[in-house]
């Protein structure tokens, strides 16, 4: 059974740019939630999908978006890009939700701003 | 506001020692706590999950506790090796409807051979 899987792995972005990024939740799970990971901040809420609905979302700018498909797979969106924003991004799949269940991580999306 | 505390914040050990990493959090109003695993420059991988109206969850040689009254888990490694060297992290979910996961900062093991 495949896991989750983000894509790209690493990337190199300038200030003001604004990137993609992807997630494919294992088969069958229909929740997705993203999650920044920082040396200062550690790991922070950016948001939960449902069935392509935003189900919840934590306190981050505007900035940051995301949605999800049909297929559940998700992609959040960060735009005008500043160095702050250079961190490990994580997906997390669950079955029916992060609050009703048990989360699984990809490997994450590292992002670099310079 | 829900806060997730862990101690100590790094840990090391010769092989073959029992340990115990402590997690705290704030609001005893949770749905479930889960442990996980993160090596460098990975993703996480869950441990263990506890449901708040459960005591304790053992995976292996690991085992988990928790005491939801007093805001308290504790993840039990039994006979640690070298491949258990890497950062742990506990995180609490919120009984509230719409509430996510709330992450400590992790304790980073380090097992010596």
Redesign the interface.
Known sequence: KAG?T?TPRYLIKTRGQQVTLSCSPISGHRSV?W?QQTPGQ????LF?YFSETQ??K?NFPGRFSGRQFSNSRSEMNVSTLELGDSA?Y?C?SSLIG???????????S?LTVL | KQEVTQIPAALSVPEGENLVLNCSFTDSAI??L?W?RQDP??????LL?IQSSQREQTSGRLNASLDKSSGRSTLYIAASQPGDSATY?C?V??DQ??????????TTLSVSS
Not at chain 1, 98 to 108: C, D, P, T, V
Not at chain 2, 41 to 46: E, P, R
Not at chain 2, 97 to 106: D, E, H, M, R, V
């Open positions: 989750v983000q939630s999650y550690g790991l922070q809420f939960e189900r919840n934590g490990l994580l997390a992060s609050q009703a269940g048990e989360l699984f991580f990809g490997e994450g590292r | 749905y479930n889960q996980f420059g990975k993703g996480l991988t869950s999950l992290l995180a979910v919120g409807a719409g509430t996510a996961l709330i992450f400590g900062k992790g």
